[in-house]
């Protein structure tokens, strides 16, 4: 990073936390810094909930998981736009009605406590653990290409969301989300532009987008009916939906954000706006790494994207066999060049028969190259075993840091420390907030006053993000906890989302049916998590059916007369 | 939503209408992503 890109990192991250928290600074009353003080515009609040979405991960991840497997993963937004529809014409309004400042509270006026805190608890886990990841992620990818300590990186990011959500607790995580979400949507866009301009000067739009599809990248929607096939139409649209209904809907660090709208109305023209913006924008965001895969191919990439990595393999027993695979490297992208070459003089001919042929071509020479990747990963594992193979996160990260240049390689590392630090911020306020209003007052303190519930707000704030920063030291020790963690999420929502449902739509059912209704759910899905090969968004719609049904059983036991 | 005769498309004086067109873009918007994957490939 040279001084300017240093000067437009810090000089975004300190402008956006500083006039945010000089923005809403007297936040004195409990009221105010656990739900909000109510008087949000709709687009602060739809900024916001896209904000504490989207995090480092978006950023890092999505363009590589594009540049390997394609545009698919968009699918998986499909069931949001329905979801905002559903929550905005059927559930905000309840919140709204009974005042409630978290998602919690609706659950023990309409069953009981222990259903209220049982469902507080699952969120605080799920939640809790996924706030150490979103600092932990952009963490180990910038101390690795950086060469930032990885601990002291946990700690600064870590430090600074605890200072600014402590001081201003959910209204200032929405006014900096604001600013945040714009740095980011301003920092991909400008990306996407610098890609583009990278390509050769006559390849058209048009030609490039065939180019990526020759190679499967544009397969965007998948009507196959497959369980195990992670991604199709039918999952995006079922499981995408269940997933947007129990994280827009019952997962405290989104529902904080909407019950701080001004009016009903403010509220739902956010959610409305996510549900508008969120495909196009994850569609940019995927598109940036088609284009990126584009440019790779008239310029030759890295054998393994995680250079660092590759780098320290050429110093052990095998740097040999590495060296040799450097070459073979060279030798396969030069023959794949060619015919990328021919592919591309085709499609500028017109020619159908041609260009058929070139495909087919290239498609050959790119099966070769993928071979010599694959052979690449397995020599990277007996040369220093124990480390990461899976390196699509070092795509977009590589190709900044090689390429971009001077300013808006800074703005491109501001944008990835916006949506970690945007994400952690809106987890640690919902868990503070929670932590007082569903376990600690009802259970602890009952009546007491409001400046003892804004101080243990803010002391619940600092402890959960003492965890967070816990948690994501711990995680640098373990294998594979990112994958882990992407599915944490599924494994709670399900049940979480049942046990809402049955509240808003199932009259006749109580408290204790939908209780172990839950527990036996919750059971149920790390089940079929542990013994099945099921995709994890299937699990939000077995978690979520089990507790409907079974709660419906358990009340229709409960409810049929007893013979002596 | 304000009443009536705010000078707003009709579509946009009911939330109904409002609805419609987040589902109608969601509907356009596969539709489209469904002719490129067929068209780029």
């Known amino acids: 990073m040279r001084p300017v890109d240093w000067a437009v990192l810090l000089g975004t991250i300190a402008a956006i936390v500083i006039y945010g928290t000089w923005k809403e600074r007297g936040v004195n009353t409990s009221e105010a810094y656990l739900r909000g003080g109510s008087d949000l515009k709709w687009y602060t609040i739809g900024l916001s909930i896209m904000a504490t979405q989207a995090s480092a991960i978006t950023f890092l991840s999505l363009p590589g998981q594009a540049y390997e497997d394609g545009m698919g993963f968009l699918q998986f937004y499909f069931g949001l736009p329905i979801a905002m529809v559903i929550l905005s014409a059927l559930i905000v309004p309840i919140y709204y009605r009974l005042k409630v400042y978290t998602a919690y509270e609706y659950l023990e006026g309409r069953f009981d406590r222990k259903t209220r805190q049982l469902t507080a608890l699952l969120f605080l886990l799920s939640r809790g653990l996924a706030a150490g990841i979103s600092i932990y992620a952009p963490s180990i990818v910038l101390s690795t290409v950086l060469g930032w300590p990885l601990q002291l990186t946990n700690l600064i990011i870590g430090g600074v969301v605890v200072l600014y959500t402590v001081s201003g607790g959910t209204r200032v995580v929405s006014r900096t989300q604001t600013y945040q979400m714009i740095v980011m949507l301003g920092g991909m866009a400008a990306a996407a532009v610098f890609i583009w301009s990278q390509l050769p000067r006559d390849l058209s739009l048009g030609h490039a987008v065939r180019l990526a599809g020759t190679l499967g990248k544009m397969k965007i929607v998948d009507y196959s009916v497959r369980a195990d096939t992670r991604y199709t139409l039918w999952s995006g649209l079922t499981g995408g939906l269940f997933v947007a209904l129990a994280y827009f809907g019952t997962d405290q660090s989104q529902v904080q954000r909407y019950l701080s709208g001004a009016s009903l109305a403010e509220s739902r023209i956010g959610l409305l706006m996510n549900g508008l913006v969120k495909i196009p924008m994850q569609f940019l965001i995927l598109f940036v790494g088609v284009m990126l895969f584009v440019f790779y191919q008239f310029n030759k990439p890295p054998v393994f994207f995680n250079v660092p990595e590759w780098q320290k393999a050429h110093a052990t027993a095998r740097a040999g066999e590495v060296r040799s695979l450097d070459a073979e490297w060279d030798a396969v992208f030069a023959a794949k060049r060619g015919r990328v070459d021919a592919l591309v003089t085709a499609l500028d001919r017109g020619d159908p028969a041609a260009t058929a042929r070139a495909q087919t071509d290239l498609r050959a020479a790119a099966a070769r190259s993928d071979t010599v990747r694959r052979r690449a990963k397995k020599l990277l594992a007996s040369a220093r075993p124990g480390v990461e193979l899976k390196d699509a996160d070092y795509i977009f990260i590589g190709f900044v840091l090689a390429h971009f240049p001077a300013g808006l390689l800074g ?61 994501a030291a711990f995680a640098a020790l373990l294998d594979n906890l990112i994958q882990a963690v992407n599915i944490l999420g599924s494994l709670f929502y399900g049940p979480m989302l049942g046990v809402f449902l049955v509240g808003f739509f199932i009259r006749r059912v109580r408290g ?53 | 939503m304000p009443p009536d005769g705010d000078g707003r498309p009709p579509i946009l004086r009911t939330w109904g209408g409002v609805y419609a067109i987040v589902l109608g873009t969601l509907i356009a918007l596969i539709a489209l992503f469904s002719y490129w994957s067929a068209v780029y490939k």
């Open chain 1, 411 to 471: 703005l491109l590392i501001a944008v990835i420390l916006c949506a970690s630090m945007s994400a952690t911020a809106s987890a640690l306020s919902a868990l503070g907030s929670t932590t007082v209003v569903d376990l600690y007052r009802p259970t602890f303190r009952p009546e007491a006053s409001d400046h003892h519930y804004l101080v243990a707000g803010r002391w619940f704030t600092v402890l959960w993000g003492a965890l967070a920063v816990s948690f």
């Open chain 1, 512 to 564: 204790s049916a939908v209780f172990w209704a839950a527990l036996l759910a919750e059971a149920l899905v790390i089940a079929v998590f542990a013994l099945t090969s099921i995709g994890f968004l299937w699990y939000n719609v077995i978690g979520c059916g089990a507790v409907v049904g079974l709660a419906s059983l358990f009340q229709l036991l409960a409810a049929a007369p007893k013979k002596l």
